[in-house]
């Protein structure tokens, strides 16, 4: 086993096979001599409106600047409550905080990591402005029981896409409770096009990874794009006429151009991360202690992420690192948890019992059949 190397991630593979085209794009940028926004951004955003069915798309800093400067274009303020999951990165608390608005966490489920929809009623307050569900692992969340939610009690819906770009909604999320005609037209859409605002992250390890960092806006709304689109040149809609105070957040044209490459592969990409998450989901079927992922149609496994149940996570971990192969876990502590918010929450069992569960195994799309073998098989002898 000690002859074994297999990282959680390796972007090396991916770019040997796209980087004559990588190359090509780079350098005209560094001919044209425009380095921030201009025509190669704007010609990614119009790739990226097409190709995820949206009216506007607005490229920025990073996936955490695309979900503050889209609470603040949705109205979000200072007092504001906003729910979310507690099971995800910091950012997407973190921003809610960053604009004076409360984070509510909602408890998720256990079978699809995400927000636990028929929780969300019962977290509304009168202060409440928006639902942030999180499509964790590339698995999108409840989105038409969550829509019908929002419409019905008047709230605004961002969706923190930063782990699922090109994931798609099917209406097969386990365990929601909502009418067969609401899930239907929902059906087929991708994920950052059905609420008001989504948020993506082109951070280099994300499925649609830029050289840098980088984000992108989404809406359908007009008044919410020019807000954004204002906010990320400090507030201003002509130069020097600054009418509020805004970031300093735009996409680089060198990202710009190397995300127009990669997204005429992500559905290549996304595709061959469903097939190794099948044939890890194949693989560990029966194996004892190892709760598998559930699927969805649309799912594009960011992560695949099991359960480890009547052992100790952190062992089988050390373990595996020990043997060559790598292993995360995200996330180990609750947002709720984290130092900064500690002593102010009610306990989230699931999501606190799942902190001590998840396992992140390898995973990106030109792992092959022997070393998903490799990964599943020294698993299983790990919890024998
Ligand atoms: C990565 C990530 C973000 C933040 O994106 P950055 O580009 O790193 O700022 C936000 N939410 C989730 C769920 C993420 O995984």
């Known amino acids: 086993m000690s002859q074994i190397n297999i990282p959680i991630l ?12 990588i190359q090509a794009a780079v350098n005209q940028v560094l001919e044209s001599g425009q380095f921030i926004l201009g ?38 303020l200072p007092g504001d409550e906003v729910i979310t999951t507690p099971f995800s990165f910091f950012a997407t608390a973190e921003s809610i905080s960053l604009v004076g608005a409360k ?15 028929n929780l969300i009623e019962a977290a509304i ?15 999108p969340a409840a989105m038409a029981q969550i829509l019908a939610i929002a419409a019905k009690h008047k709230l605004k819906v961002i969706e923190d896409c930063a782990q699922a770009f090109g994931a798609t909604y099917h209406g097969d999320c386990v365990g929601c409770s909502c009418d067969q005609a609401a899930k239907e037209s929902l059906t087929g859409r991708y994920v950052g096009s059905m609420g008001h605002v989504g948020a993506f992250s082109f951070f280099p390890t994300k499925n ?57 592969h992500i559905d290549d990409w996304n595709s061959k991360r469903r097939w190794v998450a099948e044939n890890y ?36 971990k050390q373990t595996l690192m020990d043997a060559g192969i790598g292993a995360m876990v995200y996330y180990p502590i609750p947002q709720d948890k984290l130092p900064i918010y500690l002593g102010e929450y009610p306990a989230n ?27 599943a098989s020294c698993l299983q002898k790990v919890l024998q």
């Open 10 to 21: 390796d972007l090396k593979s991916q770019y040997q096979g796209i980087k004559d085209e």
């Open 39 to 76: 025509p190669v951004v704007q010609a990614f955003e119009t790739d990226v409106a097409n190709y995820l069915g949206v009216k506007h798309a607005i490229g920025v800093n990073s996936g955490t600047d695309a979900l503050v400067i889209g609470l603040r274009a949705m109205g979000i």
């Open 103 to 117: 984070p509510v966490f909602v408890d998720i489920r256990p079978d699809t990591f995400n927000i636990d929809p």
């Open 125 to 139: 307050t009168p202060k409440t402005k928006a639902i942030m569900p999180v499509h964790l692992y590339g698995n």
């Open 208 to 264: 649609l990874g830029a050289y840098g960092d980088g984000g992108l806006i989404t809406t359908n709304d007009d008044e919410i794009a020019d807000m954004a689109r204002m906010l990320r040149v400090h507030g201003a809609k002509e130069r020097y006429k600054n009418l509020m105070l805004g970031y300093n957040s735009r996409l680089d044209a060198m990202q710009a151009a190397i995300l127009q490459v990669k997204l005429r």
């Open 281 to 316: 989901s194949r693989l560990l079927a029966d194996v004892e202690g190892v709760i598998a992922p559930v699927s969805s149609a649309g799912h594009v496994f960011h992560q695949y992420t099991v359960r480890l149940v009547g052992c100790d996570r952190d062992r089988v």
């Open 349 to 375: 069992p699931v999501s606190d019992q799942l902190g001590q569960e998840v396992l992140s195994l390898p995973m990106w799309p030109e792992l092959s059949l022997t070393q998903i073998q490799q990964v």
